[in-house]
């Protein structure tokens, strides 16, 4: 008999045994009866009589008293509420105690595939009995069950054996003892349950038939604890349990079940938070409903409402449900039909891309390519930018732009109305992932004017910027959550937006018959192939989760496991995305999805290790990269928490608070007839590197770095120029930095990248025609690695001196 056995195989578990058993030995928590929450802990929130730490402490004193005076460590819930309310009367403990069963009986259900194998063993005439090592007694684990899993479960069971009442554990002979009592030989039994030295190998060693239920892979185990470890960090409820994970039931049962990377991503991560969501959306749509009367219409929003309603039709599709293509083009196109949002709208997007902000005022291809034509430098786009002003002030342009805004916001209805065909007094329940809601700002009044309808936005996760005043709800928002942490998770939204959508080009406009007109799609089909597979998982964990393996009698708190468990879900994979999860989206690009062509790449690890070489935790804190975490994943758990912790608590820090070490180095500015010497501060980054900046100031001035004057050796990593505004965070404009080319003055390169500074004043020249051209103040950076300070052995750089003299001796031996 393997030792071994999956979840989604139990209900066969008496197939394994040997044959002429005549009793079923089952553990029970983790095996017959689950948690909501991560951990048994979890459940001390809920109580009022003692803090989760006091329940804490009070189980572990009461057990050093129990192993110091009577030799055993097994204590019941009277011996340790003893320990935990040492002064209050016995009226107190006992209510207490009644308050913990009480909270245990709402956090635990039965795992459906154990009660399956609990009906097999009764049908073939086997006897069912529960063997625990557990701090309540008999009767509380079997009324525990009873109330939990109701009574057609604890009818299947013939005993209860607990190791409070029996003095001694599973590992010390409590199933030898069950097995006296019910009269039965070690070889007539088989034991099962997920503690392996105790429900395994303890059982093997009295010659019973052992299974081990493995309750998660690795894998699945260390991601279900991150979660745990992000609704932390996030914050959670005071008053009521914690850690709710409501979806680990359906995972350890149906995730063994899926080999293919895409599609497990799908299934374990993206799964119980589009499941979570559409719980929501029904509850939600029952409730418009319910307050406003007339029909309510599901609009899916694509393109980021694909998946979203993928899952709603695998759940059971409501009446009433269409998918619409709305854009943020097409919508802020239709909203342009008045002065005040043709002004608002140039005043706020004033600084795009002048031939972007020209589409965006429905300039057609010929007016762009008059008035904005191709502009390629900065010169050239900063004038192309102030002529398109020029233009769009002209009263006759603005009179073209809203004649054509009215004719798209006709388009868009019709649109509207030949999905739905909504009536007065129905409600048009806007679906999309958010997080702002910018289409539904702009259509809100246009809807609700041309139909007579209320306008609903519900979202995944919404974080408004602009306190609008329209209906809308997020499953994650403002009610449940602060604003830093929703801005900490509006950061990385662009992986969910990616993974969500469809195989579509964007919506830029419609014909006069409402049907969109899209632009070519520029995602890769190998893309489309891995989102698909992706998508496939989500839908098959909706689909299990309709009917979970889960037995309960009540689920009182289900609307905010969800909310809970889709939020740490969700967080989890943005800050802390695995290594198998990135092998997935490793080629994946993003469509901006403002009208341009523009795609970027969704995380890019070799512009993050340069990024934090060049700036250190600075990088982080002003980076605006797709998915940052993800290009951080290689990097040490401290550094990722620190990303964490600076997105979610939006804590401020300066680049001085990030970087305590540091040291000046003589610097030389050189011009065409001119030289002046001072000294700059060469400051810590990351991982040994260090970074020292030297502003160039006026124009045709370049710098000399002198390393020899406190360094014998260094690895120099890169010699840039950027403007002095990047220093904000990230690169400026999302322009990486200019590579210059350096003369160098007594320093030699002893291998690739290391280099000897052979005197004092060894020093390394950017000069003057080196310096690209801007029109913007610039700077010199120049990222190294400190490996021995000149004339001290005992500096910190010491112990790197070796390691450089080696790197020379190898590279003289290969020539």
């Not at 509420?81 to 016995?90: D, F, I, K, T, W």
């Not at 038939?209 to 185990?221: G, I, M, N």
């Not at 950076?781 to 080696?806: H, I, N, Y």
Request: aromatic fraction near 6%; glycine fraction near 8%; charge should be negative.
């Amino acid at each position: 008999m393997t030792e071994t056995i999956l979840p989604h195989e139990l209900a066969q578990a008496l197939d394994r045994a040997p044959a002429g058993i005549k009793l079923l030995s089952l553990d029970c928590f983790d095996t017959l009866l689950w948690r909501d929450c991560h951990a048994p802990t979890d459940v001390f929130a809920a109580f009022d009589a003692a803090l989760p730490g006091q329940r804490i402490v009070g189980e572990t004193n009461a057990r050093k008293a129990q192993q110091t005076l009577r030799r055993s460590s097994e204590v019941g819930l009277d011996a340790i509420y003893a320990q935990v309310l040492p002064n209050a009367s016995a009226a107190h403990r006992k209510h207490a105690i009644a308050e913990e069963l009480a909270a245990e009986a709402r956090a635990c259900f039965a795992f459906g595939p154990a009660v399956d194998l609990m009906r097999a063993a009764k049908a073939r005439g086997l006897s069912v009995i529960i063997v625990s090592d557990t701090y309540l007694d008999a009767v509380q684990l079997e009324q525990l069950i009873r109330s939990a899993a109701g009574d057609a479960v604890a009818d299947l069971i013939d005993r209860v054996f607990a190791s409070s009442q029996a003095g001694i554990s599973k590992g010390q002979g409590l199933l030898s003892k069950a097995l006296k009592v019910m009269k039965c030989r070690p070889h007539e039994a088989l034991h099962l349950g997920d503690n392996k030295a105790a429900d395994y190998d303890a059982s093997r060693a009295l010659g019973v038939p052992a299974l081990h239920l493995l309750q998660f892979s690795d894998a699945a185990r260390g991601r279900l604890r991150f979660e745990r470890a992000f609704a932390q960090i996030i914050g959670e409820q005071r008053d009521d349990m914690r850690g709710l994970q409501p979806h680990r039931a359906i995972l350890s049962r149906d995730e063994p079940l899926c080999d293919d990377p895409a599609e497990a991503l799908g299934l374990s991560v993206l799964g119980p938070v589009f499941a979570g969501f559409d719980r929501w959306l029904r509850s939600e749509a029952e409730m418009l409903r319910v307050k406003q009367g007339g029909t309510v219409h599901w609009l899916f929003m694509l393109r980021d409402g694909y998946l979203p309603k993928r899952v709603h039709e695998a759940g059971g599709a409501c009446p009433n449900t269409a998918s619409v293509e709305i854009s943020r083009f097409t919508a802020t196109a239709a909203s342009l039909s008045s002065r005040e949002a043709y002004d608002g709208h140039i005043a706020l997007e004033h600084g795009l891309n002048p031939a972007t902000l020209a589409r965006q005022m429905l300039m057609d291809d010929a007016e762009i390519e008059r008035i904005v034509g191709t502009p390629h430098s900065a010169a050239d786009k900063s004038a192309a930018s102030a002529k398109l002003i020029t233009e769009l002030r002209k009263g006759q342009r603005q009179k073209i732009t809203l004649r054509r805004a009215r004719g798209f916001a006709d388009r868009l209805t019709e649109h509207v109305r030949q999905a739905v065909d909504p009536q007065p007094g129905d409600t048009l329940m806007l679906v999309d992932l958010g997080y702002n809601g910018s289409a539904q700002n702009r259509i809100d009044a246009l809807l609700q004017e041309t139909f007579g309808v209320q306008v609903a936005g519900r979202y995944l996760l919404l974080r408004e910027m602009q306190a609008t005043g329209l209906d809308k709800r997020g499953l994650i928002d403002a009610r449940h959550f602060d604003p830093e942490c929703l801005e900490a998770l509006c950061g990385n939204v662009a992986v969910i937006e990616q993974l969500a959508t469809c195989d579509l080009g964007s919506v830029v406009d419609y014909t006069d018959q409402g049907a969109p007109i899209r632009k070519d799609s520029a995602v890769k089909g190998k893309q489309s192939d891995i989102r698909e597979a992706v998508q496939r998982g989500v839908v098959s964990f909706t689909k299990a989760a309709a009917v979970p393996p889960i037995i309960r009698d009540n689920f009182a708190h289900e609307a905010r496991a969800w909310r809970d468990g889709v939020a740490a879900a969700l967080g989890r994979f943005m800050y802390l995305p695995a290594a198998e999860e990135l092998d997935v989206l490793a080629r994946f690009e993003h469509d901006i999805n403002l009208g341009s062509e523009r795609m970027v790449s969704l995380f890019d690890p070799d512009h993050a290790r340069e990024g934090m070489r060049r700036r250190g935790l600075f990088y982080m804190k002003g980076s605006s990269r797709m998915f940052l975490p993800a290009e951080l994943a290689q990097e040490d758990m401290s550094t990722r928490l620190s990303l964490i912790a600076q997105k979610r608590f939006g804590l401020g820090l300066s680049y001085t608070d990030h970087t305590r070490s540091a040291f000046e180095l003589p610097v030389f500015y050189v011009s065409s007839n001119d030289t002046a010497q001072t000294t700059v501060e060469a400051r810590a980054t990351h991982d040994g590197y260090f970074a020292a900046r030297i502003p160039l100031g006026s124009k045709g001035f370049g710098a000399a770095l002198q390393f020899g004057g406190v360094l014998e050796w260094i690895e120099l990593v890169s010699i840039t120029c950027s403007p002095v505004s990047g220093l904000k965070g990230g690169f400026a404009n999302d322009a990486p930095p200019v590579p210059v080319t350096a003369q160098f003055d007594g320093v030699e390169e002893r291998a690739p990248g290391l280099f000897e500074c052979l005197s004092e004043t060894s020093l390394v020249l950017v000069p003057p025609d080196a310096v690209p051209a801007c029109d913007e103040p610039q700077m010199l950076e120049f990222v190294f690695r400190p490996l021995r300070k000149r004339g001290d052995s005992a500096t910190p750089f010491a112990a790197r001196a070796a390691t450089a003299r080696a790197a020379i001796t190898a590279s003289e031996k290969a020539a």
